[in-house]
């Protein structure tokens, strides 16, 4: 079937031919026949722009196709939807405003723009009849963009929770699991190997995980654009980045992972949105998950998300959240889904709308329980003082146990397990805590899920 203009082919632009961009031009030349079936017309890359076009690629296109020529790309007619994943909120922001300009629809995989320019990204492609798709935003190969724009569009949605990293999963399960393996080889007296956290970054980036810059995945930025656009689609409202509470994977110990075993949890980078009746409240941090929970149970470069809808309750998504092959999943889903409706000669297409502004409410008013780990001087009376300095800020200790001591220095560490308790006031007693004499550090301080 040809297109409503008599064409039997339809055009793509490739910006980008690393990890994503060439698993997607794979499936777009060894699956072409399938696609053409499906949707009605040939998809063909018309080009692919890189930076360097002698770097060695993946898949071979035709003679040609390569450039570094952006520009020609956003000026060929011949294209007609433009699949732009380079990255990055710039030059990224400004190929895709000239592209819809152009009249052309646009694919990304880009979660960084999305989240932070999103809505007007969308709102201006849509007033000239165009679509901006970016189901590869978020959690890789997992469908998770489509089923919030329509699939739960009936749901009034009260809590997203997520492990949407694939890097920092990838590095956090290998760390419980070396923390796990070194403290057994520990209790045979044996010395455990070293490495950990280092070498399974260089890992996750070896397969395609990590980000072109690292430090987006183990800080937790990557994670808060993907719980941005998340939360903006589930909850109707808008919810930038910034207003989202974020930290990082870098300060954990070992300590921390055998602590939390022996606890019955799993430590995992949450991010996590609520909704309840004065605002939402949007967070990604490392946290302590029950082993019972299914997120607890979630490894490597697999993701999970979690919505609790009120007429469906909660619905769980998971599978491959990054790497070549899963994202060109997603990739080539809204490349087939924009061809069919160039085929059809739709230009009007459901457009998701913000229903009005929800208060974002700072994490002060988060209540959940916490854990935390102190180091102390070694002598009588430190855990009545802390356990004070706690109780005068309404922080009531659920269990405490002295995990490590060190005779020679004469210190230990104390893991304390709160009940809930409002993160203001948490807060409020780690400062006071910090200034005890007794106290030489608050090693770690994570929040608890349950
Ligand atoms: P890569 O670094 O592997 O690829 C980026 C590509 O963009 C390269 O081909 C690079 O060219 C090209 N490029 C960068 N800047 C320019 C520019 N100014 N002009 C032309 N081309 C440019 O990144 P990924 O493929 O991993 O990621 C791409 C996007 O997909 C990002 O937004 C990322 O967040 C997102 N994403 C990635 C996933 C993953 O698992 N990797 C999963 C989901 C989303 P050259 O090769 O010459 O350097
Ligand atoms: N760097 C990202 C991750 C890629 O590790 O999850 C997928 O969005």
Known sequence: M???????????????????????????????????????????????????????????????????DVEALLADPAIDIVVEVMGGEEPAGTYIRRAIASGKHVVTANKELIAKSGTELLAEAHRRGLDIMFEASVGGGIPLIAPLRRDLLANRISSIRAIINGTTNYILTRMANAAAVAEALRRQGLEPPTGGYQE??????????????????????????????????????????????????????????????????????????????????????????????????????????????????????????????????????????????????????????????????????????????????????????????????????AAVNQKETDTDARTADLVIMTHRAREGAVQAALRELATLPVVIQVSAFLRVES
């Open 200 to 397: 399974a970054l260089r890992e996750a980036q070896e397969l395609g995980y990590a980000e072109p810059d690292p430090t987006n995945d183990v800080q937790g930025h990557d994670a808060a654009y993907k719980l941005a656009i998340m939360a903006t689609l589930g909850f109707r409202t808008r919810v930038h980045p910034s207003q989202i509470h974020t930290e990082g994977i870098t300060q954990l110990s070992p300590s921390d992972f055998l602590a939390a075993l022996e606890l019955g949890y799993a430590i995992k980078l949450l991010a996590i949105a609520e909704r309840t009746d004065q605002g939402i409240i949007a967070r990604v941090a490392p946290t302590f998950i029950p082993l019972s929970e299914p997120l607890a149970r979630v490894d490597g470069v697999y993701n999970a998300v979690q919505i609790h809808g009120d007429l469906t309750g909660t619905v769980l998504f998971q599978g491959r959240g990054a790497g070549s092959e899963p994202t060109s999943s997603a990739v080539v889903a809204d490349l087939l889904d924009l061809a069919h409706a160039i085929v059809l000669g739709t230009r009007e297409r459901k457009y998701w709308g913000p229903e009005g502004d929800i208060p974002i409410l700072g994490l002060e008013h988060l209540e959940t329980r916490y854990y935390l780990r102190v180091k102390v001087t070694d002598k009588p009376g430190v855990l009545a003082q802390i356990a004070r300095t706690l109780g005068d800020h309404h922080v009531s200790i």
């Open 2 to 68: 040809p297109t409503k203009d008599g064409r039997s082919q339809i055009g793509v632009g490739l910006i980008g031919l690393g990890v994503v961009g060439s698993g997607v031009a794979r499936a777009l030349l060894e699956r072409s026949d399938y696609f053409a079936r499906q949707v009605g017309a040939e998809l063909v890359i018309r080009r692919a722009a890189v930076r360097n076009l002698t770097r060695p690629r993946a898949v071979e296109l035709p003679p040609g196709t390569i450039t570094n």
